[in-house]
C-alpha cells in the first residue's frame, strides 16, 4: 500500500503578518522538499472542507461563528497577540480540518496504509472556545473525534511531539475516555500548560515535560519508556500524530536539541505502536517547526519513514 498526502493550495492563503514564524513559507519549503523524486510514490490528495459537523464536536458554535466573523475583508485581525486571521484563513483552518479527517477516512478505509497531512493553520493549541496560538480549530482533536463518531472506534490514541504542549487537544479531549493523549513537551514554555499532573477526566492524558536543553536521550526515554508503552498496553484501533518539527535544535522559537535524525526514530518507534496494534494505521499532521530547512528536512524524513514503513 502507499502513504496519502493531504494538502491544499488554500492552506497557502492564510497570511500572518510579515515577521511571524508561522509563515506561507513552511507550507513551501515542505512542497519543495516532497517534490523530490524520492516521493513520486506518494498518493497525493487535495485536503477538502472540513464539515462544520465535524468541527461542532470540538467547538462550541459560538466559538467557530467568532472565528468566521474575524476573517476581515483585507489585511489582518489579530485574535491574540500570537494568533491572527487574514482574507483567506477560514478557508485554510477549514482545509486543515478536512485534510486530517479526510487522512483518517482513506487510512480506515484501507486505502492508504498511512497519511501525512501538510496544511495550515496548525491546531494543536486551539481550545474549545479559545483560538490561540497560531492555531484557530482543534484539527487532530476534530480528527479523533470523528474517527470515534463517524467511524465507531473505540480507542484512538493522540500523539504530540510538537515542541509546545498541545494544550488545546487536551482542553477538547479532558472528558474523552476513548482518546489517550501523550504529549513530549518543552517546560517551562507557551503555553505553559502540560505539567505531569494534569492527567485528563479518565487518567487518559500523560505529559511528559522536557527540559530546556535536553536532547536525544531524553526525548528517546520519554517515548520508548514511557509514553509508547502506556499507549501500547491500551491497544489503539487507530494513531494520530501531532507532528510538529520545532523541536529540531535549529528551531528559533524553542531549546530542546532534537535533531532530523530524531525525528525518522520517533517516527519509526510510532510506526512499531501501531504495527503491533491496529496494523500500522498512522495518521500525522502539521504542527510547528519554523526554521525552514530544518523543517524541509524533517518532515521530508518523517513522510519518507511512513512511506517505507507503510509499503
Ligand atoms: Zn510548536
Known sequence: MTTAYFSHPDCLQHVNPPGHPEQVARL????????NPVFDGLDRREAPPGAEEAIRRAHPKAQIDAIRDAIPDSGWRQIDPDTTTSPGSWNAALRAVGGVCAAVDAVLAGEAANAFVATR????HAERANAMGFCLFSNIAIAALHALESHGLNRVAVLDFDVHHGNGTQDVLWNESRVRFASSHQMPLFP???ARHEKGAYLQIRNVPLREGSGREAMQAAWAGEILPWVKEWGPELVLVSAGFDAHR???????HWTTEDFGWITHRICDLADDCCGGKVVSTLEGGYDLEA?????????????ERGA
Do not use: R
Open 28 to 35: 513551501k519549503a515542505i512542497e519543495a522538499a516532497l517534490a
Open 250 to 256: 535549529a528551531d528559533p522559537l524553542a531549546g530542546l
Open 295 to 307: 523543517l524541509a528536512d524533517s518532515v521530508g524524513l518523517h513522510v519518507e519513514v511512513l512511506m
Open 192 to 194: 505553559g500548560t502540560g
Open 121 to 124: 493553520p496548525p491546531g494543536h
